[in-house]
């Protein structure tokens, strides 16, 4: 594992509350009326003390500030979190500190602060540039207060990314091609462009049951994916991850993090993260949270080991995702031996849907529209 530890490190902070109920969190117990935000800080201050102790001398290549609006996370708080994970670890010489936010007026007025605070690059859920995708998706913001808010975050931060769902029921393809051409015109270094998904036990699932949505055929969806990744590219914005598209260098480095299986630390509520072979999760209720890092000076509910074996398939699962391809050094590594299965690994090659090297195996553009059956297929654990 040695070859992995020497890489830098990423670092999750989960801020857990919003102002009010919205359809941005996953659930309702991250809203709250009043936070204490001395007691806040102190508590994530110890929690990120508690995992730097346990992951010495590494690097540190990016922060990223997720969760319920971390956008609304005080300032002062962003840069102590900063400063104390400069005083935990060395900072590679371009570190990216990412804080993610939804698209309104209220968030998009404390950018400045943020910046100032040390963030330098944001992550906007602008979600679609129509306003009845927006109402069908359940948010709470219109197009012009998001792209409002898009102008305000290009002004104060070097890097901006942000978020479009597409496939949605009754959308065109002639629709869809003149969104994303406007969303390229906007001049991002980075879009994330994510198919509608419907996901079991969610409200879209519900629908669909009932009859009232009828999800885009997936022929229909798989030519939308194609005409994306065609024009993202096109104008400059290649894909290096199956729904990621971004100017070369302007790609996140959290995320390419999680996708190459390096280790990341996560603090914070319900934050997860990787350390070595051990899998982290704090405990998910705030006030939970709050107590044991009161209690015990950390948050973790508990640390899983990993087998090698689940080591091996995770790895493979993450990087078939990248255009990069699969380091196969990082499944070796695990001490799986042989975890991808062979004569599956021939197959899907002589089918043209991946290319083996040496050194890695790369899905082929054919083979990204069936990535989920490579993936099962080439797992031969």
Request: charged share 20%; glycine share 10%; hydrophobic share 45%.
């Amino acid at each position: 594992m040695d070859a992995i530890i020497t890489e830098p490190l990423a670092l999750y902070i989960h801020w857990p509350f919003c102002v009010s109920k919205c359809p941005y969190c996953d659930f309702n117990s991250h809203v709250r009326e009043g936070v204490d935000q001395a007691a806040w800080r102190a508590a994530l201050l110890a929690d990120l003390a508690h995992e730097a102790a346990l992951l010495p001398g590494r690097t540190l290549g990016s922060i990223f500030f997720g969760g319920g609006t971390p956008s609304l996370m005080p300032p002062a708080t962003v840069a102590a979190l900063i400063e104390a994970a400069g005083r935990h670890w060395r900072f590679a010489g371009d570190i990216e500190i990412t804080l993610e936010a939804n698209p309104s007026s209220v968030e998009a007025a404390r950018f400045a602060d943020l910046a100032a605070a040390g963030v330098n690059r944001v992550s906007l859920g602008l979600q679609s540039l129509n306003d009845e995708a927006l109402h069908f998706l359940g948010r709470a913001h219109g197009v012009e207060e998001g792209l409002a808010a898009l102008a305000t975050a290009q002004r104060h931060f070097g890097r901006v990314s942000f978020d479009l769902i597409y496939a949605l029921p009754g959308q065109s393809g002639e629709a869809w091609e003149a969104e994303l051409e406007r969303a390229i015109g906007f001049g991002t270094g980075h879009l994330s462009l994510y198919q509608l998904t419907i996901e079991p036990g969610t409200r879209f699932a519900t629908l669909a049951r009932e009859g009232k949505l009828t999800p885009a055929d997936p022929d229909f969806a798989a030519d939308l994916f194609e005409l994306t990744r065609e024009r993202a590219a096109a104008a400059g914005l290649p894909a290096y991850e199956i729904s990621n598209h971004a100017r070369p260098g302007e790609e996140s480095r959290h995320n390419l993090t999680y996708w190459r299986y390096g280790d990341y630390a996560g603090i914070g509520p319900g934050a997860h993260g990787r350390r070595g072979s051990r899998a982290t999760l704090r405990h998910r209720k705030p006030e939970n949270w709050l107590g044991a890092v009161q209690g015990s000076g950390h948050g973790i509910a508990g640390e899983d080991p990993l087998d090698a074996v689940t080591q091996a398939r995770e790895a493979i699962l993450m990087g078939l995702r990248l255009n990069e391809g699969l380091d196969l050094a990082r499944v070796r590594a695990a001490g799986a031996g042989e975890a991808i299965d062979a004569d599956a690994a021939a197959r899907l090659e002589r089918l043209g849907l991946i290319r083996r090297e040496p050194a890695r195996i790369v899905v082929r553009e054919a083979g990204m529209l069936l990535l989920d059956r490579i993936a099962a297929e080439l797992v031969g654990v």
